[in-house]
Protein backbone atom coordinates (compact mmCIF):
# COMPACT_ATOMS: atom_id res chain seq x y z
CA UNK A 1 0.00 0.00 0.00
CA UNK A 2 1.17 3.11 -1.30
CA UNK A 3 1.90 6.02 1.36
CA UNK A 4 -0.92 8.67 2.17
CA UNK A 5 -0.52 12.60 2.31
CA UNK A 6 -2.72 15.47 3.02
CA UNK A 7 -2.22 18.35 1.54
CA UNK A 8 -4.47 21.83 1.78
CA UNK A 9 -5.12 23.44 -1.74
CA UNK A 10 -6.39 26.58 -2.21
CA UNK A 11 -8.00 27.13 -5.65
CA UNK A 12 -8.12 30.61 -6.93
CA UNK A 13 -10.30 31.57 -9.92
CA UNK A 14 -12.24 34.24 -11.83
CA UNK A 15 -15.83 34.77 -12.18
CA UNK A 16 -17.08 34.63 -15.94
CA UNK A 17 -20.13 34.78 -18.03
CA UNK A 18 -22.21 35.08 -14.91
CA UNK A 19 -26.45 34.66 -15.57
CA UNK A 20 -27.92 37.68 -13.44
CA UNK A 21 -29.45 34.76 -11.80
CA UNK A 22 -26.24 33.70 -10.60
CA UNK A 23 -24.82 37.22 -9.87
CA UNK A 24 -28.17 38.16 -7.64
CA UNK A 25 -27.33 34.61 -5.79
CA UNK A 26 -23.81 35.35 -5.39
CA UNK A 27 -24.35 38.91 -3.86
CA UNK A 28 -27.07 37.38 -1.50
CA UNK A 29 -25.10 34.84 -0.19
CA UNK A 30 -22.01 37.15 -0.06
CA UNK A 31 -22.19 37.72 3.83
CA UNK A 32 -21.76 33.64 4.18
CA UNK A 33 -18.43 33.17 1.85
CA UNK A 34 -16.46 35.82 3.58
CA UNK A 35 -13.17 35.84 5.32
CA UNK A 36 -14.96 33.86 8.62
CA UNK A 37 -16.08 30.92 5.56
CA UNK A 38 -12.57 30.39 4.79
CA UNK A 39 -12.03 26.32 6.22
CA UNK A 40 -10.34 23.94 4.62
CA UNK A 41 -12.92 20.66 4.15
CA UNK A 42 -12.85 17.65 1.73
CA UNK A 43 -16.21 19.39 0.22
CA UNK A 44 -14.44 22.80 0.28
CA UNK A 45 -15.42 26.36 0.99
CA UNK A 46 -16.04 29.10 -1.04
CA UNK A 47 -14.89 32.54 -0.24
CA UNK A 48 -15.37 35.73 -2.20
CA UNK A 49 -16.02 39.38 -1.68
CA UNK A 50 -19.05 41.00 -3.25
CA UNK A 51 -17.98 44.02 -4.56
CA UNK A 52 -16.39 44.02 -7.03
CA UNK A 53 -17.72 40.59 -7.70
CA UNK A 54 -14.63 39.33 -9.62
CA UNK A 55 -12.24 36.79 -8.33
CA UNK A 56 -13.07 33.51 -5.72
CA UNK A 57 -11.40 31.19 -3.38
CA UNK A 58 -12.00 27.58 -2.85
CA UNK A 59 -9.98 25.26 -0.16
CA UNK A 60 -9.44 21.85 -0.07
CA UNK A 61 -8.80 19.07 2.06
CA UNK A 62 -6.93 16.02 -0.42
CA UNK A 63 -5.58 13.38 0.92
CA UNK A 64 -3.76 11.12 -2.11
CA UNK A 65 -0.96 9.08 -2.91
CA UNK A 66 2.49 10.65 -1.98
CA UNK A 67 4.31 9.47 -5.00
CA UNK A 68 1.80 11.07 -6.99
CA UNK A 69 2.79 14.63 -5.09
CA UNK A 70 1.22 18.50 -4.77
CA UNK A 71 0.41 18.37 -9.02
CA UNK A 72 -1.98 15.59 -8.50
CA UNK A 73 -3.99 17.07 -5.08
CA UNK A 74 -4.13 20.27 -6.98
CA UNK A 75 -5.26 18.90 -10.18
CA UNK A 76 -7.98 17.36 -7.94
CA UNK A 77 -9.03 20.02 -6.20
CA UNK A 78 -9.63 22.05 -9.36
CA UNK A 79 -11.61 19.30 -10.53
CA UNK A 80 -14.10 19.16 -7.55
CA UNK A 81 -14.10 23.23 -8.04
CA UNK A 82 -15.04 22.50 -11.51
CA UNK A 83 -17.62 20.15 -10.56
CA UNK A 84 -18.72 21.96 -7.52
CA UNK A 85 -19.34 25.42 -9.51
CA UNK A 86 -20.65 23.96 -12.79
CA UNK A 87 -23.47 22.20 -10.28
CA UNK A 88 -24.45 25.91 -8.72
CA UNK A 89 -24.99 27.23 -12.44
CA UNK A 90 -21.86 29.24 -11.77
CA UNK A 91 -19.25 30.64 -15.03
CA UNK A 92 -15.74 30.82 -14.19
CA UNK A 93 -12.23 30.78 -15.82
CA UNK A 94 -8.49 30.70 -14.86
CA UNK A 95 -8.67 28.34 -12.16
CA UNK A 96 -4.92 27.81 -10.23
CA UNK A 97 -4.08 26.10 -7.12
CA UNK A 98 -1.87 26.76 -4.62
CA UNK A 99 -0.75 23.17 -2.73
CA UNK A 100 0.79 22.57 0.90
CA UNK A 101 1.66 19.34 1.86
CA UNK A 102 0.90 18.96 5.85
CA UNK A 103 3.09 15.68 6.05
CA UNK A 104 6.59 17.24 4.96
CA UNK A 105 5.72 21.28 6.08
CA UNK A 106 7.97 22.24 8.83
CA UNK A 107 6.30 23.75 12.15
CA UNK A 108 9.10 26.06 13.86
CA UNK A 109 8.27 26.14 17.38
CA UNK A 110 9.43 29.22 19.41
CA UNK A 111 11.67 27.77 22.17
CA UNK A 112 10.05 28.53 25.52
CA UNK A 113 10.57 31.90 27.37
CA UNK A 114 13.25 32.28 30.20
CA UNK A 115 12.58 33.82 33.35
Known amino acids: ?3 QHTYRVIVRGTWDGLTEEARAR ?3 EAADHGMTSMRFSEEGSL ?6 LKHFSMR ?3 VSDAADGEEMAGALAEDRAETALRGLGYGFRDL ?4 TDL ?3 KINR ?4 RR
Request: cysteine-free; charged content about 20%; hydrophobic content about 40%.
Open 103 to 105: DTM
Open 110 to 113: KPAS
Open 26 to 28: LLA
Open 60 to 62: YVV
Open 47 to 52: SYEPAP
Open 96 to 99: RSTV
Open 1 to 3: MSE
